[in-house]
């Protein structure tokens, strides 16, 4: 994510009540009670409330249309998942509001309150048990907050939706944290004329009378918040670049010279693309792309496959920097995701020192520059210096200690351990992830097995040490 014109962002921590919806809950069987029950949280302190416990996610299948004029979302949500403790009951995230719901094809009880969607199977599940959970819901997802914030965009045109930590839940029901990263195909039903663009591929845009349902598909896991659909009036470009097929959409109706710019900016993506490759080992997904929805929602996201921007960062001109941080995250936050957000300083460290490694690429200031610009720059006595970025807490998770001190951390290690180390260790770090979940710990177990070196100093220095590092030689 990069938040360069929000960057003090933050994440507000306000509750807001959703209401409560009950179905017949009925009472509980003695097979059910024999049972257990799946947390209503995967456990990250930083957001207690997110994703669920008790079962993992393969695979999303997502059908939803969507009415412009009353800004209504109706959908089906699909889920195949596993057990890992038999469960009579478990947790889903939609804010949204379930109508039906369907485990292995048979109706269960359900209740919902605020995000929180309660499913009681018929039968309790077997630890180990794969099983599918459908969900029918609906809703105005642009009426809807959570911590005070929204992941919904009404445009003008149709509505996208964005947002980080949390977006799924304005769309579909989910296992909502990055902890729990899974497969998707997405259909999307909309007005003939009307785009429906999502992630990876498209499989078929499909007539059916004065409507069109678009079908993506991604066969590689990601985390719930990297999945997207944006709706809308939009000009698509399509083609294949440097071996790779690529799709830019930007809304019609944007000012015409914002338009060209993001335009320009898009079309450096494979370019981007390739220039990371050639550091941080081959690229993850088949494809590339970008969106460009017309509304101002401050901030850039690295939604796999295609980042979404807001054309804020184009109205004074094209921006290249911006597409590298988002396409670096297709590496280091999309292919390894955090296991908690404490660790967010692996994803916009390493996506801020991509630019970095652009800017001197292209004959401008060098990594050098950068660091010495920023150490310089702030006094010892300096908040900057003050936010343990390993652990910033979750009001602080897009301060902008984050980005930048995560990429002077990485300067530092880089020039500590040299070129061949620091890129085998940036390759490895993703290649050889098995579950494709990273934290502080891993990463540094990586990077001391691979040189040999005890690196503990130096990361609780930069990371954890809350004032200003002594640059030793």
Not at 324 to 345: L, N, P, S, Y
Request: glycine share 10%; aromatic share 12%.
């Amino acid at each position: 994510m990069s938040t360069r014109f929000v960057r003090a962002l933050g994440v507000l921590l306000t509750t807001c009540c959703l209401g409560l919806v009950s179905v017949v809950p009925g009472p509980a069987t003695a097979a059910q009670r024999a049972g257990s029950t799946g947390a209503d949280g995967i456990g990250d302190p930083y957001f207690p409330e997110d994703g669920n416990g008790g079962y993992q996610v393969g695979h999303y299948d997502i059908r939803v249309s969507y009415d412009h004029p009353s800004k209504r979302l109706a959908g089906t949500a699909t889920l195949t998942a596993r057990t890992k403790q038999r469960l009579t009951r478990f947790n889903l995230d939609l804010a949204l509001k379930a109508s039906a719901v369907t485990v292995d094809g048979a109706t269960a009880r359900f209740s919902q309150k605020g995000k929180e969607l309660t499913v009681s199977p018929g039968r309790a599940l077997a630890k180990g048990q794969k099983f599918r959970v459908a969900v029918t819901y609906a809703g105005v997802p642009e009426k809807i907050k959570r911590r005070g914030e929204n992941a919904w965009y009404t445009t003008p045109t149709g509505g996208v939706v964005v947002n980080q930590p949390q977006a799924a839940a304005w769309w579909f029901p989910s296992n909502d944290h990055p902890a729990d990263p899974a497969a998707f195909d997405v259909r999307v039903t909309v007005p003939k004329g009307t785009e429906a663009i999502s992630n990876g591929n498209l499989v078929s845009t499909t007539p059916t009378g004065s409507q069109a349902t678009w079908h993506w598909r991604l066969r590689s896991r990601i985390a719930t918040y990297l999945a997207f659909v944006a709706i809308g009036d939009y000009d698509i470009e399509q083609g294949t670049a440097g071996g790779r097929k690529y799709l830019y959409g930007l809304e019609k109706g944007l000012p015409a010279r914002t338009a060209a710019n993001a335009r320009r900016s898009l079309r450096t993506t494979p370019r981007v693309t390739s220039f990371l490759a050639r550091r941080w080992g081959s690229y993850p997904y088949g494809v590339v792309g970008g969106v460009v929805p017309n509304v101002d929602f401050g901030y850039a996201l690295e939604n796999a496959t295609r980042p979404v921007y807001s054309p804020a960062f184009f109205e004074g001109g094209a921006s290249s920097s911006i597409v590298v941080h988002e396409m670096a995250h297709q590496w280091f936050g999309d292919k390894v995701a955090v296991k908690r957000w404490k660790h967010i300083w692996l994803n916009e460290g390493y996506a801020t020192y991509s630019e970095w490694l652009w800017s001197q690429a292209r004959g401008n200031r060098s990594t050098q520059s950068h660091f010495n610009r920023l150490y310089r720059g702030y006094e010892a006595s300096n908040e900057f210096w003050d936010l343990e970025i390993g652990d910033p807490g979750a009001k602080h998770i897009f301060d902008e200690p984050v980005y930048d001190r995560g990429a002077m951390t990485l300067h530092v290690l880089h020039k500590r351990i040299g070129d061949k180390a620091f890129y085998k260790l940036s390759t490895r770090w993703h290649r050889d992830n098995a579950d494709g979940l990273g934290t502080t710990r891993e990463y540094i177990d990586l990077a001391e097995k691979i040189t040999g070196k005890n690196l503990d100093p130096l990361f609780r220095q930069w990371l954890f040490s809350g004032k200003k590092p002594t640059i030793t030689r």
